[in-house]
């Protein structure tokens, strides 16, 4: 089974917090008190302490699955410009509507599924929209799935 690492403030407002959240779901883990990564006792997680100002770039680079900061950071730290559905479906030159909002997975950067999310709304990145823009139709529907009639 796969570990999922979640970075999160190793002091500061959002570090209590976080760790708050991650205990409210029933894990246990330590309070990272000089360690850089708490390891749960009760389910596949490890805890990375880092500067608030590192954790976005650990989420980049994959050294972290998941990222607790504050927005700020996000808006500061984000390191490449990240791209909405709506904005990669004009991209590609297809309409956003009831074909991309009903979660058809074959008109979507791979297939739904976002490289990261900001307030609740899924983002991918350049690379991922300019992949999903070069695949034909044909490919796309072999890879996700049969196209839905609008």
Known sequence: MSILKVAIQKSGRLSEKSLSLIRE???????????????????PLEVLYLRDDDIPQ????K???????GENVVKEKMPEPWISLRKACDM????????????NRWSQPK??????????RRYWRPETVKT???QT???LLRLYGKKEEE
Do not use: C, H
């Not at 297939?111 to 307030?119: E, R, V």
């Open 25 to 43: 779901a029933g894990i246990n883990t330590s309070n990272g008190q000089r360690k850089l990564v708490s390891r749960s006792s009760n389910f």
């Open 58 to 61: 650990y989420v980049t680079d």
């Open 63 to 69: 050294v972290a699955d998941i990222g607790i900061v």
């Open 92 to 103: 590609k030159g297809i309409a956003y509507g009831s074909m991309t909002q009903n979660n």
């Open 111 to 120: 297939g739904g599924t976002p490289d990261g999310y900001l307030n609740g």
């Open 132 to 134: 999903w823009i070069l």
């Open 137 to 139: 139709d044909e490919d």
